[in-house]
């Protein structure tokens, strides 16, 4: 076999090994439920907050479970019709393998509160009442959710409000925690 022949079977071979991780991503794409797109920008930055308790939270410390990051704040429309739908999907998942973590932002504590006690009592939120965590991380709207995988990576975004307690949504975030 001449070089350039071999040069030419080499340059097919890529091309083919190109469409087939190609057409693999975007298989996983069309898997993902309506509104949740693949979101691999690497390792969550780490965060410390209060919840409306008192209580302090740091990121960090869910390594080894799934996290369900979720900024909204009060005065948003689809926070809060999507807010009662995490509570629900809070309820039916086993809270061993996720963990929810709610992140207000830039409202203070009675606000928090008082819209939780409402909309969704069962729920616990963090204060960033300053901002400074939601500008690190960086939504590009209210509400935004990360999936973050036991490693401590975001994988997954959803921007915009959902029903979480819809099957398919359901479904995923199951098919995530599942053991391997």
Request: net charge negative; proline share 5%.
């Amino acid at each position: 076999m001449s070089q350039s022949s071999l040069l030419t079977l080499v340059r097919h071979l890529l091309l083919v090994l190109f469409c087939i991780i190609s057409l693999s991503a975007f298989a996983d794409e069309a898997r993902l439920p309506f509104g949740i797109r693949a979101y691999d920008i690497g390792m969550a930055p780490n965060f410390e907050l209060d919840d409306i308790d008192g209580e302090h939270f740091e990121l960090n410390s869910t390594r080894g479970q799934w996290v369900f990051l979720h900024f909204w704040a009060s005065w948003c429309g689809p926070c809060r019709e999507e807010m009662p739908t995490i509570q629900a999907l809070s309820e039916v998942i086993d809270q061993e393998k996720i963990h929810f973590v709610l992140v207000n932002t830039a409202e203070n504590e009675d606000t928090v509160f008082n819209f939780l006690g409402v909309v969704a009592p069962n729920l616990s939120s963090m204060l960033d009442a300053s901002g400074q965590v939601t500008e690190v991380w960086k939504p590009r709207g209210l509400p935004t959710t990360f999936l973050i995988d036991p490693e401590g990576r975001v994988r997954y975004q959803a921007i915009g409000g959902r029903e979480w307690n819809q099957e398919l949504y359901l479904q995923f975030i199951q098919s995530l925690i599942k053991p391997l």
